[in-house]
């Protein structure tokens, strides 16, 4: 038993244990069929696998975005579990708040005294630009449980792909157009929002990415993240077939396609620990080989403007990612950076 100082302070956390493999999985849904996303839409898929594995006590928040207008169309809802609408920049603050607010509750006694899972969502928009400083805040309130999700579709999906910090390098979207005089007008290459937070957050106990395509070991991180305790992070790949231009049989494929070609790189980062997983693991490991950069990129309109070049520029940017950078994919510490040049 608590005793009752413990009990005023800790809202209890939830006890979560691991799928083991996908028959195991709950056949429960909690975030189901009447919503308006695009054919295909990994988001989407991330919407259900993530609640699914948090189950039925959770309140989700979610910031303006795809995720959030698609899935509330005038009278009707997919959401199973209550749900909340918090503005573009507001992830991390409606975290806290709501966390905040059980936390008040269960202490004046006004309801059980039970783990309520928090989670709110953010599209890279929304969380990896307007919102970070929010969800940076956000991992320093250590006394609050709550689950941060960033669902990156690498733009500003919504309001019909605008670049975003999290765009990949010479992306075409509605902000970077591919033309005469400039065939590449996006240059800057992706945020590595995980590792900035982190890194940058020394208190926060988990933090993680991952890839609706790998459903368990991604139902497996939102539990891990859950049942911690305290303000954590996910960062998940989420192919767009509007944004992204394949055709929608193509989302699970590009998934995997992401991580094994080494772009985007599955690791969590628990109780300050890192760890690749999956088939990130096996690549450092050497059980697994990196497939060309090609294979992913030519499989997506937004890319089709690359040259020979591009697409070797691009390669020899994920190459250094693992074999110059302090982690691989993770931490990109090395003066040999500084001598490359961007094909004209
Ligand atoms: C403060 C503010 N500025 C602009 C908008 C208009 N707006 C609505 S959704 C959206 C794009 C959100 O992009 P992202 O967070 O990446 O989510 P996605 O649409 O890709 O799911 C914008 C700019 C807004 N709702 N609030
Ligand atoms: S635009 Fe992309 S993120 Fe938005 S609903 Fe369509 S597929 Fe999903």
Redesign the pocket.
């Known amino acids: 038993m608590d005793t009752p100082e413990i009990a005023m302070l800790d809202a209890p956390v939830p006890v979560l244990e691991p799928i083991k493999g996908v028959k195991k999985a709950p056949l429960e849904e909690y975030f189901t069929s009447g919503h308006r996303t695009c054919q295909g839409c990994e988001?989407a898929l991330v919407m259900k696998l993530m609640v699914k594995a948090a189950g039925p006590r959770t309140v989700v928040l979610g910031?303006?975005?795809?995720?959030?207008?698609a899935n509330t169309t005038y009278y009707s809802t997919s959401w199973v579990v209550p749900w909340m609408h918090t503005?573009?920049?507001s992830s991390g603050s409606a975290a806290v708040g709501t966390a905040a607010a059980f936390r008040a509750l269960m202490r004046k006694g006004k309801i059980k005294r039970e783990p309520i899972n928090v989670i709110s969502f953010?599209?890279?928009?929304?969380?990896?630009?307007?919102?970070l400083s929010a969800i940076s805040g956000a991992l320093q309130h250590m006394d609050y449980n709550h689950l941060i999700l960033l669902?990156?579709?690498e733009?500003?999906?919504?309001?019909d792909i605008?670049a975003?910090g999290?765009t990949p390098y010479g992306a075409v979207t509605t902000f970077s157009p591919s033309g005469k005089v400039k065939r590449i007008l996006h240059k800057r290459w992706k945020k590595n929002v995980a590792a900035m937070l982190a890194a940058g957050h020394p208190e926060c106990r988990y933090v993680g990415t991952v890839c609706a395509s790998y459903a368990v070991d991604f139902m497996n991180r939102v539990r891990k993240a859950l049942s911690i305790g305290g303000p954590t992070f996910i960062h998940s790949i989420d192919p767009?077939p509007k944004?992204w231009d394949y055709d929608p049989m193509l989302s699970h494929e590009l998934g995997e396609l992401a991580v094994l070609t080494g772009i985007w790189p599955l690791y969590d980062v628990e109780n300050h620990k890192l760890r690749l997983y999956g088939k990130s693991r096996g690549i450092v490991e050497g059980r697994q080989k990196r497939l060309p950069v090609r294979d992913y990129l030519l499989k997506q309109g937004r890319f089709a403007h690359f040259t020979d070049d591009d697409i070797d520029y691009f390669q020899a940017k994920i190459d250094d990612m693992w074999t110059k950078w302090l982690i691989p994919g993770v931490l990109p510490f090395s003066t040999d950076l500084l001598n490359e040049k961007a094909p004209a």
């Open positions: 988001s910031s303006t975005g795809c995720m959030y207008v503005q573009l920049g953010c599209g890279d928009g929304g969380g990896a630009d307007m919102g669902y990156d579709n733009s500003y999906a919504n309001t605008q975003s999290s767009c944004g």
